[in-house]
């Protein structure tokens, strides 16, 4: 700033002299001074917190100023701005089939932002259309690679295993975005439903896997409390069961047990022989 203010006051310090001095040589160098001074003008910039100015020479990247402050470049570059602020793109619920081929509602938030100013300036045509665009696609192909629900223990499903799902999002986006020079910060599923024509049927079939959990649990439970019965029983010299006893017992407590109402007692006067 200094130099071209400079430069400027002894051009118009020259065309003064050369005025009174009627020196025409002296004159034309004023003259050129004073353009070169206020053209000089022209190539400076503020960059804002945040914010980074991409530099073009006729046609070609000359490079880009991503530290805030006042600077100066050649001032026939082309200055553009580009903001690095962290942004977040919310995609609309899309409808996809899962990995099992039943229909589903998905979408999603992604939190990007630009890490690489040149590539996102002249690799891709809108860099903020083709975050948009890709996280879209990408979202469509995780359903794809993954069922709604784990109905086997080994399988990893969009429901049950939220974090692998989410790097899985995460990794595929990033790869498909290094093209743009866009870092992505995080991403969530923010919706995730079976879609509309078929959310009662598998209401119906989660509450039937539900209640045949429950059902194992229950007579895991009481199998184990009917042989740590018999076997303290064995132990003590309380009573002495024969096998038909010991099946009697048995189907009485598992009865017992594994039902959905309390027992009834029912008191028993005659003998298991008779």
């Not at 206020?38 to 190539?43: E, H, I």
């Not at 860099?127 to 399988?155: I, K, W």
Request: charged fraction near 20%.
């Amino acid at each position: 700033m200094v130099a071209a203010l400079a430069v400027t006051g002894l051009g118009i310090l020259g065309a003064f002299v050369s005025g009174s001095s009627h020196d025409g040589g002296l004159g034309v160098f004023a003259v050129i001074v004073i353009v070169v001074g206020s053209l000089s003008f022209g190539g400076f910039l503020v960059v804002q917190p945040n914010e980074a100015r991409v530099l073009i020479l006729f046609g070609r990247y000359i490079g880009s100023v991503t530290d805030s402050g006042w600077w100066w470049c050649n001032p026939f570059a082309k200055k553009q701005k580009v903001s690095l602020r962290v942004r977040n793109f919310q995609s609309d619920r899309i409808k996809v089939n899962d990995a099992s081929g039943n229909p589903i509602e998905i979408g999603s938030v992604v939190v990007w932002r630009i890490a690489d100013t040149a590539k996102a300036v002249f690799d891709v045509n809108d860099y903020e259309e083709f975050v948009t665009v890709q996280a879209e696609t990408s979202l469509r192909h995780l359903a794809s690679e993954f069922p709604y629900d784990d109905y086997r223990p080994d399988t990893v499903s969009l429901r049950g295993n939220a974090d692998s799902v989410r790097s899985a999002l995460q990794g595929e986006l990033q790869s498909r975005l290094d093209l743009a020079g866009i870092e992505i910060l995080e991403t969530r599923l923010t919706h995730l439903a079976y879609a509309p024509e078929i959310a009662e049927v598998m209401l119906r079939r989660q509450q039937a896997e539900a209640i045949l959990a429950a059902r194992k649990t229950l007579v895991q439970g009481a199998v184990s409390l009917v042989q740590m019965a018999l076997a303290q029983l064995a132990d003590s010299d309380l009573v002495e069961l024969d096998p038909e006893r010991k099946a009697t017992m048995v189907s009485n407590l598992m009865i017992v047990l594994s039902g959905d109402h309390s027992p009834a007692p029912v008191m028993n006067t005659g003998s298991l022989y008779t």
